[in-house]
Structures are given as structure tokens and as C-alpha cells.
């Protein structure tokens, strides 16, 4: 121990000068005893400034080194910073990996204080809410999302739930929220972006209400002529007749919508692609064919070109997409019009189109008619047996392989729709 040692330290010198003074007389032994002092002294003040020195800059590596009481000393002070800095090390570590590990997540993470200023957010925070992450620090969150209903959830307390927030900047987006308290006076405020699932909900809930309208009209029209027919059983035979045409017309206009929601269902299931060789001349001569029975006569179904070229890709579904191109090109074809087909290869790109001299499609439906259950004319397309299905089917097939659509319109002139199927999907005889 460093006191005890210090009074042996002090007894021996005292035995010392206490021996000189029995040989050699007092005088000189008070002499040895006040040198020894002074140069204690000296020795104490040195050291003393060397560790006030070290104290204004404290590092391991430049710990004072000295001898006797003050090296176990200083040896203590070693100990100490090396400890304290391991420490350091060691939470700058844990902070480092807490920053590394907010800044992969996905969610976006706000730390708010007490007064609901922001501390820290990261970097999917700042770009779900248009955090600037330095100019921004320290401001209160509310002042830079200016969301009423935010502002009511900080107010209310009530954290319970998340809050949906629809922004527009940076982007337009929809944000599910959440605080969650953490410590007395900190809270964490979680930002998922749902903008995806929202619009899959959205179009969920628009698929059911068109299914739904679509299945209610025809069942209305059925269950009103057999009603009829139980309540006037004597009804004339040619009354009877047509309510039957009609009720049946009806019948297989649900079973063609049935039948394209089990297509598409299969197709948006993944189910792998079932691929061989596809002789597309010879497809050509059928799609022509079932033109011309479902035109009867009405229109001019020509061959345009016919490339010697076939493909790699499944016969049943590029049958079922090319002809649901073909069949929509006589229905919005008026009587007197002409259609033609054409397979050829640009270059190395194989690609099929249908033209017709029809009504034509303004260009701001273009983008949305793939979309399920989305006509530009409703009244026209029940007239004419469509399920409102068809090109949502064809983009379904085309993407299993890997070709594009192109159309091409112009109101009242007609229109085409192109598909280019990839290079490696062309087998040249």
C-alpha cells in the first residue's frame, strides 16, 4: 500500500539521520535529514507538474513515467485510462453497429425528444418524409411535416395504433406511422412505406365491386325472365323463345368471365412456363381462320406477312393472347373494315401486330388498358361479349415470355397493337 510504504520510506530516513547524528553529531544529521527533505520535495513537485501536465491531455500512450511511490502512481492512472478508453471503445463500437443497424432498416426510424424534436433519424426516414438530416436536427417534427393529423396523433398520446399519412413530397406515397416510447422522455417515431400495398388493396377492392357488377347483371336479367316464366306459366311461344335466347346469351357471358378469372388466377399463380416450339406461320393460318368465322363475313381479314421464323414459348397461351388481340380488333372494327395480320423479324426481334382501320383509342386510355375490368367504352364492350379481361390476360402471358406490347392509335383512323418477343426466343428455319 502506497501509505505504508511512504512511512517506511520516512522511518528509515529518520533512523538515518538519527544514526549520523550519534557518530558524527547533531548538526549533521539534521543536515542529511533536510537534504533528504528537500530533495523529496523537489522530487514530489516534479512529478506533481508532470501529472498536472498529463491531466490537461490525458492518453494512454503518454502516461508520465517516474520511480518509487509516484511510478505506482502514475501505474494507476495507466490502468485507469486504459480501462476508461476500452470503455470508449467499446460503446463508440456499440453505437457504431446501432447506427449501422438503423441505417439498413428498411422502416424509416426517428429518436424524438421530449419536445418532439428530432435527434437522429435515418436514411429511409429521410427519405419517406423529406428530412434534411443535418438542417433539420433539432427542429420539431411537426414543423417539417406539416400533417394535421400528425399533429393531432402527438397531441391525443394515443400510440397505440399507426397513423396513415398520404404525402406528396418528396414523392407521392403512402406512409403508415407509428410512436413508440422508449425511455421517460424519448420516443421513436417508425415510418413504413405502404404505398404498394395500398394500391394492391385498392385494386383488390375495385376487382370485387367489378367482379361483382359484372356477375349482378346478367344474374338480374336470368332471375327476372324466370321469374316471369313462374309467374305467367301460359306465355306465348315466341315470348318464351326470346326470354330463353336472352337468359342463355346471359348464361355464357358469366361463364366467359368465369372462365378468363380461372385464366388470369392461373397465370398471376407463376405456375411454370411450359416451354416448346411454337410453328407461329401455322398460327398465323389458325388466327385467321377463327377471324373469320367471328367476323362472318363483316370485315376484310387479311395476311400481311408470314416470316419463315417460329418460336421458343408455350402454343396454348400465345394462341389465347394473340387471338383475344385479334377478336378485340373485330369487335371495335366496324362492319366494312379491314384487319391484317403480320409475323416478322426486325432485325433479330421477332414481332407479331394486328392492325385495324377501327374506331381507335385516345391516347390518354393507351396506358390503363391492361388493367382488369378497364374499358374505354362500357356499353360498347358488353354489346359486344367482352368480359373486360382480355388484355389483362395478354400482358399476364407476355411477361412469362418476356415480350412487349405496343400500341399504337389514333381516334377514329384505328389502331395496332405490336408485340416484340426477345431475340432469344427466335428459331430461324
Sequence with gaps: MLWL??????????????????????????????????????????????????????????????????????????????????????????????????????????????????????????????????????????????????????????????????????????????????DSTRKLLLSRDITQLDRVQTVHRDFIANVSHELRTPLTVVGGFIETMIDIPDLDPTTRQQQLQLMYDQTQRMQRLV???????????????????????QLMRLLKSEADGLSQGRHTIRIGAIASVRLIGNHDELHSALSNLVSNAIRYTPPGGTITLSWRAEGEVPLFS???????????????????????????????????????IVKHILQRHQAQMVIRSRLGEGSEFAVKFPAQRLLVE
Design 5 to 182: 510504504r511512504s512511512i517506511i520510506y520516512y522511518l528509515i530516513v529518520t533512523l538515518v539521520a538519527l544514526m549520523i547524528s550519534a557518530v558524527h553529531g547533531t548538526v549533521w544529521g539534521l543536515t542529511f535529514a533536510l537534504v533528504v527533505v528537500g530533495a523529496s520535495l523537489v522530487f514530489h513537485l516534479y512529478n506533481l507538474g508532470s501529472l498536472y501536465k498529463w491531466a490537461q491531455k490525458p492518453r494512454v500512450e503518454t502516461v508520465p513515467r517516474s520511480f518509487l511511490l509516484w511510478q505506482d502512481v502514475f501505474d494507476k492512472f495507466y490502468d485507469q485510462v486504459r480501462l476508461q478508453k476500452k470503455q470508449q471503445d467499446r460503446l463508440a463500437n456499440t453505437l457504431e453497429r446501432f447506427t449501422s443497424a438503423g441505417e439498413a432498416l428498411p422502416d424509416g426510424v426517428i429518436i424524438l425528444d421530449e419536445h418532439d424534436r428530432i435527434e437522429w433519424c435515418n436514411q429511409a426516414a429521410s427519405t419517406h418524409l423529406g428530412i434534411d438530416r443535418i438542417a433539420d436536427i433539432w427542429q420539431v417534427v411537426t414543423n417539417i411535416l406539416r400533417q394535421p393529423s400528425l399533429r393531432e396523433y402527438l397531441r391525443t398520446q394515443d400510440f397505440s395504433h399507426p397513423l396513415l399519412l398520404r404525402t406528396t413530397r418528396p414523392a407521392e406515397q403512402v406512409l403508415s406511422v407509428q410512436l413508440v416510447p422508449f
Design 259 to 281: 372462365e378468363d378469372l380461372l385464366t388470369l388466377s392461373k397465370l398471376e399463380n407463376g405456375q411454370q412456363l411450359r416451354e416448346e416450339e411454337v410453328d407461329v406461320p
Design 354 to 392: 394486328v392492325q385495324d382501320t377501327g374506331i381507335g383509342i385516345s391516347p390518354e386510355h393507351i396506358p390503363r388498358l391492361t388493367e382488369r375490368f378497364y374499358r374505354v367504352d362500357r356499353g360498347r364492350s358488353r354489346a359486344t361479349g367482352g368480359t373486360g379481361l382480355g388484355l389483362a
